[in-house]
């Protein structure tokens, strides 16, 4: 079993920034694919970036040039930078390990709260 823990969500306004962090009870991220996703009241969740086991990145298409998904590995710690925060920004936040398609792990999502 591995637990996830998110960090760094809270209130910002338009234009600002957030660091979210994942921290994982043992060392995971180089082993396979990592991601942000967001949900926001009444939608689906989405992914928003992910990072794979060697180190590539894929953004989705409304969050390319302000949010930067990264790894350390050492601290066994995933991390997106948020920058040019927007209110439809707005959602809770989750980090995911997936292992297999069948054998993934969620955090507990932290929120995130951009006004305008």
């Known amino acids: 079993q591995v637990q996830l823990v998110e960090s760094g969500g809270g209130l910002v306004q338009a234009g600002g920034s957030l660091r979210l962090s994942c921290a994982a009870s043992?060392?995971?991220?180089?082993?396979?694919?990592m991601g942000w996703y967001r949900q926001a009241p009444g939608k689906q969740r989405e992914q928003v970036a992910r990072i794979d086991s060697g180190g590539s990145t894929y953004y989705k298409d409304s969050v390319k040039g302000r949010f930067t998904i990264s790894r350390d590995n050492a601290g066994n710690t995933l991390y997106l930078q948020m920058n040019s925060l927007k209110p439809e920004d707005t959602a809770v936040y989750y980090c995911k390990y997936t292992v297999t398609f069948l054998n993934f792990y969620w955090g507990q999502g932290t929120q995130v709260t951009v006004s305008s």
């Open positions: 043992r060392s995971i991220f180089s082993t396979n694919t």
